[in-house]
């Protein structure tokens, strides 16, 4: 199976301030069409997860430009400008590439 | 609206069978593939399983193979997941899930606990 490996688990930060989380697999996520399959989840607490980002760096409908996914093959970076208390939660990156399909241990971002 | 209703959760022994069912609408099972989820008590997500829009195709984790079935009746817009042989490590939140290239969309989860 595909391990992603996430960094940091917990990520304090201050409102207003930018975040970053990285995501890294053990198999390159690129598939013979050429796209690479690496998706950004968010989940608030309590609340059922949402995706943000697939294919490395697409938002999804409804994500501010806020978010932005950067990467390729194996590492990849999920980035929060000007972080808001609605951006709390857990954060997972997920390979659409194999299957089975896996999640990253989540990362949670929290107010500093 | 595309719409995914969890149900069939509870309460059950180890080493039981519990079938829960997924309601969807706003869409055709037979033309989008659909996961199941699950989500342990303040742990992380896990991938369990997922067929396929043609119903050809069911893939399975590790920890679902062999127990856990995926299946579905188009003509009620239901997806399942059987699961069997019940331990106390399946105690989470099960979600269903169109994940797909246009959009994802996530029900609000069903809870299974294992208990004695």
């Known amino acids: 199976d595909v391990v992603m490996t996430q960094s940091p688990l917990s990520l304090p930060v201050t409102l207003g301030q930018s975040a970053s989380i990285s995501c890294s697999s053990n198999?390159?996520?690129?598939?013979?069409?050429?796209?690479?399959?690496l998706n950004w989840f968010h989940q608030r607490p309590g609340q059922s997860p949402r995706r943000l980002i697939y294919k490395v760096s697409n938002r999804d409908s409804g994500v501010p430009d806020r978010f932005s996914g950067s990467g390729s093959a194996t590492d990849f970076t999920l980035t929060i400008s000007r972080v808001e208390a609605d951006d709390l939660g857990v954060y997972y990156c997920m390979q659409g590439l194999l299957w089975p399909l896996t999640f990253g241990r989540g990362t949670r971002l929290e107010i500093k | 609206q595309v719409q995914l209703v969890e149900s069939g959760g509870g309460v059950v022994q180890p080493g039981k069978s519990l079938k829960l069912s997924c309601e969807v609408s706003?869409?055709?099972?037979?033309?989008?593939?659909v996961h199941w989820v699950r989500q342990a008590p303040g742990k992380g997500l896990e991938w369990l399983a997922v067929l396929s829009y043609d119903g050809r195709e069911r893939h399975y984790s590790d920890s679902a193979k062999g127990r856990f079935t995926i299946s579905r009746d188009i003509s009620k817009n239901k997806l399942f997941l059987h699961l069997t042989s019940l331990g106390v490590e399946d105690t989470a939140v099960y979600f269903c899930a169109k994940l797909d290239i246009e959009s994802d969309c996530w029900g609000q989860g069903t809870l299974v606990t294992v208990s004695s």
């Open positions: 198999h390159s996520l690129v598939a013979r069409d050429g796209d690479t399959y």
């Open positions: 706003g869409f055709s099972l037979s033309d989008y593939g």
